[in-house]
């Protein structure tokens, strides 16, 4: 029993190790070698209603207007990488700044390749009015994208409680 206990924390280790490498080699890559330069544009944070009371969806908003800017690349396999940072007007009006790297997995139906479904995740720091006047917050989220070339349509799931989070919130991002 201790055995494959211990063979199993070995195997676990392992398959962090190697995972870690492999995003800390992607992450290098994408800043050292970009393929492209990103605009991003955010245009909605839709709180779920089967999460929130009227009068909170009622006051918050929803547009949140901003801007960022990454560098990305993708790999031979068609998985996107991409290094940014953004700021925007989170649900209360006030800024909110994020940065950090993603990653997707990507999709082409299609002998073209212009065409382009993609999911991953992003990991990052963020900071809120609301939460102890702007402390940085560790993040790491879903990301869903489709594209048509240099259009992407990215997409996060920013999960909650009742009242708190239950945010979809989604970018337009444009490569240069």
């Known amino acids: 029993m201790g055995f494959s206990f211990f063979s ?7 398959i962090f190790s190697s995972g ?16 492209s330069h990103d605009l991003y544009l955010p ?32 790999s031979e396999s068609g998985n996107w990488s991409a290094v940014y940072a953004m700021v925007f007007k989170d ?12 990653w997707e997995k990507g999709w082409y139906p299609g002998q073209s390749r212009d065409f382009r479904l993609g999911l991953g995740f992003t990991a990052g720091i963020t900071a809120r009015d609301d939460f102890a006047n ?5 993040v790491v989220l879903p990301l869903f994208s489709v594209g048509y070339r240099r259009t992407v349509v990215q997409f996060t799931y920013i999960p909650g409680t009742y009242n708190n989070g239950n945010v979809l ?7 240069f």
């Open 8 to 14: 199993s924390f070995v195997v676990a280790d392992d």
């Open 91 to 102: 649900s209360h009006n006030k800024w909110q700044p994020v940065a950090g790297y993603g």
């Open 169 to 175: 919130f989604a970018w337009l991002r444009l490569r």
């Open 43 to 74: 245009f909605i944070s839709w709180h779920a209603r089967f999460a929130y009371d009227k009068e909170k969806t009622d006051n918050y908003n929803e547009m949140p207007w901003g801007g960022g800017f990454g560098v990305s690349r993708y």
């Open 20 to 35: 870690w490498d492999r995003l800390t080699t992607d992450l290098s890559e994408t800043l050292s070698q970009p393929q």
């Open 134 to 138: 702007y402390v940085p917050l560790p």
